[in-house]
């Protein structure tokens, strides 16, 4: 079983920043892709950033030059640095992980959401 926990969700003023975190634990051999995902009200949800284990990044065209993604491979864990937030940034933000177990299997797992909102 795995588990990912997110922090550093909260409330801020437009134009500022927030670092979210989020740390996978269980029975882990290696992860492939992290990724973070939104979700606003009454919207799908919808993917922000995503990262593989070689560093590689791609970004929603909303969050270019402004969020950056990135990973500590030995930590199992993944973060979103998130400047020059806009209301429309505001959303529950989800951590994903392509997870392979100890027993060699593959499986997607989420996190429980963290809340954001930027409001002045």
């Known amino acids: 079983q795995v588990t990912l926990v997110e922090s550093g969700g909260g409330l801020v003023q437009p134009g500022g920043s927030l670092r979210l975190s989020c740390a996978a634990a269980?029975?882990?051999?290696?992860?492939?892709?992290m990724g973070w995902y939104r979700q606003a009200p009454g919207k799908q949800r919808e993917l922000v950033a995503s990262?593989?284990?070689?560093?590689?990044?791609i970004y929603a065209d909303s969050v270019k030059g402004r969020f950056t993604i990135s990973r500590a491979n030995a930590k199992n864990t993944v973060y979103l640095q998130m400047n020059s937030l806009k209301p429309e940034d505001t959303a529950v933000y989800y951590c994903?992980?392509?997870?392979?177990?100890?027993?060699?299997?593959?499986?997607?797992?989420w996190g429980q959401g963290t809340q954001v909102t930027v409001s002045s």
């Open positions: 269980g029975s882990i051999f290696s992860i492939n892709a």
């Open positions: 994903n992980a392509e997870v392979v177990s100890t027993t060699r299997a593959l499986a997607n797992y």
């Open positions: 990262i593989t284990s070689g560093q590689q990044t």
